[in-house]
T-cell receptor, first 113, second 116 residues
């Protein structure tokens, strides 16, 4: 199936650094979701975005819905060890009860001691 | 707390031996999804239920079936597991979007399936 372009594919950072990742699509979406997945667990919803240009925060996390509706960004400030994991973006077009997410390819975040 | 529950968390089955994975939810969401996720890849949608209406993805093998006896429960049946079916299976739920202006999809913790 279709996947979104998510970058970077992986990141190696030191604790305390800020992190940025993004997703781009050739199609427009009217909802963007950001998930974090720990090893052996299911994805956990971090932030949901519903309007073009919307900027939403959840603690140290900030995400933006691109003005073109074809992209979204996630920033993590002052990273801590528990931020390690795989981050997925997901886009959605409303379809009257038949909504399905299109996932990004994931960004693996590693914190270097 | 309202949540999506999957049992078991780990399942081992033999090649060709039918296996059933379970999902339950206390969110009272009317849409339930089953995904397959292989190592370091994004989840891949197998099918979903909108209430009792079953929606199969075009590329989901016939080997995979699903049942939803009521709002709270959904099952994934793999009729004849092959080695290639070893994966994490994720259940997810969402509310009907129509008229709400918002959409969120919540995942369970997953069942790791091993095929020997």
């Amino acid at each position: 199936g279709q996947q979104l372009n998510q970058s970077p594919q992986s990141m190696f950072i030191q604790e305390g650094e800020d992190v940025s990742m993004n997703c781009t699509s050739s199609s427009i979406f009217n909802t963007w979701l950001w998930y974090k997945q720990d090893p052996g667990e299911g994805p956990v919803l971090l932030i949901a975005l519903y309007k073009a240009g919307e900027l939403t925060s959840n603690g140290r996390l900030t995400a933006q819905f691109g003005i073109t509706r074809k992209d979204s960004f996630l920033n993590i400030s002052a990273s801590i060890p528990s931020d390690v994991g795989i981050y997925f973006c997901a886009g959605l077009i409303t379809n009257f009860g038949n909504e399905k997410l299109t996932f990004g390819t994931g960004t693996r975040l590693t914190i270097i001691p | 707390d309202a949540m999506v529950i999957q049992n078991p968390r780990y399942q081992v089955t033999q090649f060709g031996k039918p296996v059933t994975l379970s999902c339950s939810q206390t969110l009272n969401h009317n849409v339930m999804y089953w995904y397959q996720q292989k190592s370091s890849q994004a989840p891949k949608l197998l099918f979903h239920y909108y209430d009792k209406d079953f929606n199969n993805e075009a590329d989901t093998p016939d080997n995979f079936q699903s049942r939803r006896p009521n709002t709270s429960f959904c099952f994934l049946d793999i009729r004849s597991p092959g080695l290639g079916d070893a994966a994490m299976y994720l259940c997810a739920t969402s509310r009907d979007l129509t008229g709400t202006g918002s959409y969120e999809q919540y995942f369970g913790p997953g069942t790791r399936l091993t095929v020997t």
